[in-house]
Nanobody
Framework: QVQLVESGGGLVQAGGSLRLSCAAS????????MGWYRQAPGKQRELVAS???????NYADSVKGRFTISRDNGKNTVYLQMNSLEPEDTAVYYC?????????WGQGTQVTVSS
């Protein structure tokens, strides 16, 4: 059974930093893509950042230059370093991992940025 365990969310003041981690386990197949989505109250879930096994990355325009995604393939773990946080970044952040069968989701971790 595939499990994604997230950690690192919390409350931070605007301009601060947080680092999210997501460890995936239980898959018979490697995860060719991992990343993060977020969902703010009353809004649709949106892609924040993603990375592939080969190292390519993709970011939402709103986080470019502030967030950095990285991945430890050996540990099936993906990280999201979030700097210069803004109140608009407040949301539940969801980790995802995709293998050849399907995509999997974490339970979500709350990030709250106070002004």
């Amino acid at each position: 059974q595939v499990q994604l365990v997230e950690s690192g969310g919390g409350l931070v003041q605007a301009g601060g930093s947080l680092r999210l981690s997501c460890a995936a386990s239980g898959s018979m197949f490697s995860f060719n893509a991992m990343g993060w989505y977020r969902q703010a109250p009353g809004k649709q879930r949106e892609l924040v950042a993603s990375t592939t096994t080969g190292g390519s990355t993709n970011y939402a325009d709103s986080v470019k230059g502030r967030f950095t995604i990285s991945r430890d393939n050996g540990k099936n773990t993906v990280y999201l370093q979030m700097n210069s946080l803004e109140p608009e970044d407040t949301a539940v952040y969801y980790c995802y991992a995709r293998n050849v069968v399907r995509s999997y989701w974490g339970q979500g971790t709350q990030v709250t940025v106070s002004s």
